[in-house]
C-alpha cells in the first residue's frame, strides 16, 4: 500500500471538501468530478491490499420524468389596424460642417513592469524549516525521473487538481496570489534566482508547518523543473 500517496489523496479531499463552503454549498459539475475521481484513487489504493480489482459500481440514478409542458391556449387573432395617413413634413436642410482642426495623436505611453503579488503579512515561519524544503533525494527509478522532466510554462503545466490544492494548502485559498506567483516564478533563470521568493511565500503563508511541507515540497519540485 502507498500511505505518501494515500496521504496526499486524504489532503486533497479535505482541501476540495473545504472549498465547498465558500461557495454556500453550490456543487459545481467540476468539482463533483474532482471529488469522485479523488475518492476513487483512494479506494483503489486500499483495495489492492485485499486482492479487488475493480472499484463498486455506483448506484444507477433515478431517473426522473418531466412533468408536461403547460400549453397556452392558442391565441386570438389581432385586429388589423386601419392604416395611418403619412403627414407632410417640412424637410430641413442638412447642417453646414465647419472644419474642425486637425488631432495630434497622443504620446506613446511607456509599460511598467507590473507590481510583484499582494500577499498577507507574514507569520513568522522558521526560515531553518524553510530552508529544507529545498532537500530532495535523488531520482532513482524511471517513473520519478520522468516526473522531473523540463516544463515550459508553470500555469500550463499545472493541473487543476494541483492548482486547487497549492491556492487551498500554499496560498491562503486565493486563487489570484497562486497565478500571479507563478507569473513571477516563470521570469527567473534558475531555482537560485526563485529560492528568495519562494522562501518569502513560505514565510507568509507558513510552508513550514508539519501539515504543508509535503505539499510545499511538491509545489517547489514542481517550479525546479522550470529551470531544468
Known sequence: MDLQQSRILVKKINSLYNSLDLVEGQLSSIERDLMLSYLRQLYDIFATTDGATSAPTPPAREVVTPAPKYQAPPRQPEPTPEPVKPVATQQTP???????????????????PAPPPSRPAASGAPRQALEQLFTFKKAGDLSEKLSESPIADLNKAMSINDRLLYMNELFGRDMRALEDSLQVLNRYDNIDAARSFLISLGEQYD??????????QSFIRMVRRRYS
Open 207 to 216: 510552508w513550514g508547518q508539519e501539515e504543508r511541507i509535503e505539499i510545499a
Open 94 to 112: 442638412p447642417p453646414v460642417q465647419q472644419p474642425t482642426a486637425p488631432v495630434t495623436p497622443p504620446a506613446p505611453v511607456q509599460e511598467r
